[in-house]
Nanobody
Framework: QVQLVEAGGGLVQPGGSLRLSCSAS????????VGWFRQAPGKEREGVAC????????YYADSVKGRFTISRDNAKNKVYLQMDNLKPEDSAVYYC??????????????????WGQGTQVTVSS
């Protein structure tokens, strides 16, 4: 049974940084696309950053380009989201996700089958 678990969320002041991590059981990130998504209250879930495939390119939402960086450590089987210069509008529950198949996936939630439980990020002074 595939399980994804996010960690690293919390409360941070505007301009601050957080690093989220996602670990997996019964799943190997390096062979698949993997994405980070977020959902704020009353809003739809949106893609933030992704690896489009096992060796694919990275993609970022326009709202986070230059501030967020997705990375993965294959030896640890973890995926990270480094978030810098955080803004109040970045506040949301952040999820990592992965597809069931080896194909490409991008920033649409529709391309993903496995989801973590989410971790709350709150940016506030």
């Amino acid at each position: 049974q595939v399980q994804l678990v996010e960690a690293g969320g919390g409360l941070v002041q505007p301009g601050g940084s957080l690093r989220l991590s996602c670990s997996a059981s019964s799943f190997t990130f390096e062979w698949y696309a993997v994405g980070w998504f977020r959902q704020a209250p009353g809003k739809e879930r949106e893609g933030v950053a992704c690896f489009s495939s096992a060796h694919g390119s990275t993609y970022y939402a326009d709202s986070v380009k230059g501030r967020f960086t997705i990375s993965r450590d294959n030896a640890k089987n973890k995926v990270y989201l480094q978030m810098d210069n955080l803004k109040p509008e970045d506040s949301a529950v952040y999820y990592c996700a992965a597809p069931m198949n080896y194909g490409s996936a991008y920033l649409s939630p529709n391309g993903y089958d496995y989801w973590g439980q989410g971790t709350q990020v709150t940016v506030s002074s």
